[in-house]
């Protein structure tokens, strides 16, 4: 059933109540809608509702934009939702019933977003191999009911209050700790897929890092172009490789450190401007390394904001800093660069 709502708030608050009724449940918003779904979003999580979210990656005004960039994917990163990201349209197809088979878990209960660059893959047209729909329905398995409000036998409770007796509790134990089983259940989710489709995913991709020295940690569309730039260099005798993250939330610290601990120096990219500190991406990369014995250099490049084009002059430069401070063992470049920007280079920190 397709129920037309007043707004972004009003369209997720119906989700929350059609799951908490017992229904299988999802919508799709992007840029400044999801920003008016943000209250709703935290609530959704809280309640631990299985519901699933397209969101089509654009800038967040102002100034008004809409084109692609991460702001909104960066806006509702503590929201407790799991969030997938894809990096082509076929990845968007496929991450949508490994969302519903995670999320419906009765181990997990907990929402999720796909995400996908906003144009770059919403907009461009590319083939995508389906399921038949009842291969599909097969996967993601029959809808089963937890904690259903209209199960009158089982009478629950949802939107409490809690003050500082439980409040506490509830985020640690039953969200913070609950991701901690999400991500064994999203790569089990990836091996079943695999063998229905003959796609394999991992919950971060990785492109020549086998003995990689230098390596580019990226997001959505990027991934793909940054692999071909990687293929080039490598045709130079440059050991360059490629991360793409997968899964933003939970964040997989612990594949993340194992897969960049041999690198000389790695570039964080951030489709979305920090205002006033460094991008997103590069802080939770940090955090994976900080307590490893790598002694790679660390640098951040925001790009992309408002939908300009990432090109290949601009990863082919990306990786030239990144060779020049791993080939010295420290910082040759400023630490965080805006990269693809008209007019004067502006760089920071």
Known sequence: EFVMTESEHGAMSCCIGAAAAGGRVATATSSQGFALMLETLYSAS????PIVLNVVNRAIGAPL???????DMYMGRDSGWIQFDSYNAQNAYDLNFIAFKVAEDHDVRLPAMIHQDGFMTSHTAQGVKTLPDDVAYNFVGE???MNDMLDLDHPVTHGVQTEEDWHFEHKARQQHALMTVVLPKIQAAFDEF???????YSIVETYNMEDAEFAVVCMGTSVET???VSNELRAKGIKAGVVGISVFRPFPLEQIASILKGCKAIAALDRSSPHGTVGALFNELSGALFNTDTKAVMTNYIYGLGGRDLTKAHLHSIFSDL???????KPTTPLQQYIGLRGPKLSFF
């Open 65 to 71: 934009n809409v084109n692609g960039d991460h702001s």
């Open 226 to 228: 940054a692999e071909e």
């Open 143 to 145: 809808f089963k009911p």
């Open 46 to 49: 809280g309640m631990r509702l």
């Open 323 to 329: 060779k020049a401070n791993g080939d010295a063992g």
């Open 194 to 200: 695999e063998k229905l489709s003959g796609r394999k």
